[in-house]
Each structure stands twice: as C-alpha cells, then as structure tokens.
C-alpha cells in the first residue's frame, strides 16, 4: 500500500466517523453527571472546556483579536453544538440516496 491509499483511513477516521459519534460523548458526559459521579464528570467537562479556551485565546491572541468573544464558548458547548448535531444526523439520514442521481453535467 502506498502513502495516499493508507492515508484514506485516516481521512474517513477524522473526516466521517469521528463527528457522527461525536454526539456519543454528550450523551456519556450527561449519564455520567445523573447516574455515576456527578464532581468527576462536571471537572472533566471543565478540564476539557479549559483546553479549548486555552487553544482559542491562542488563536485570538495570533489573530489580534479581543478575548472578550471568548465568554461565549460555554454557551456554544451547551446549545450551537447540539445544533450541529442535529444538522450532522440529518445529512447522515439524507446524504446516502443522493449517490443515485445522476451527476450534473459540466458545460463549456
């Protein structure tokens, strides 16, 4: 196998896979939070919300940007990416009949 052909796993890891069993993690975290260990799952969901703020200050600070916007990345874990969810579940469930039209035709 060469470099191109191996690498096609890993596109399908991190480009498909990855983001449908995203969901999976908030379902987790939440079960955890109601039935096994409300502290521990509550610091995991901090820690890991640290890190993303730690990253995206980074990036304002090469971007100059003001760190004020950063004040909203709680509220896009909790709501904007339930909504993603929900659009990556759609395109799932929709996304695979569309391999039966036929491809448009390109015009010169």
Avoid: N
């Avoid at 502290?39 to 940007?65: K, M």
């Avoid at 004040?71 to 395109?91: E, G």
């Amino acid at each position: 196998m060469r470099g191109p052909e191996r690498a096609r796993g890993g596109e399908a890891l991190s480009g498909a896979v990855t983001p449908v069993l995203a969901p999976l993690i908030d379902v987790f975290t939440a079960y955890s939070m109601v039935f096994v260990d409300f502290r521990a799952a509550l610091l995991a969901w901090l820690a890991v919300l640290g890190v993303q703020l730690t990253c995206a200050a980074y990036a304002f600070r090469l971007d100059r940007e003001k760190y004020r916007y950063l004040l909203m990345m709680p509220l896009q874990q909790l709501a904007y990416r339930q909504m993603m969810y929900l659009v990556l579940i759609h395109s799932c469930v929709t996304g695979p009949p569309a391999g039966d039209y036929p491809a448009p035709h390109e015009r010169y």
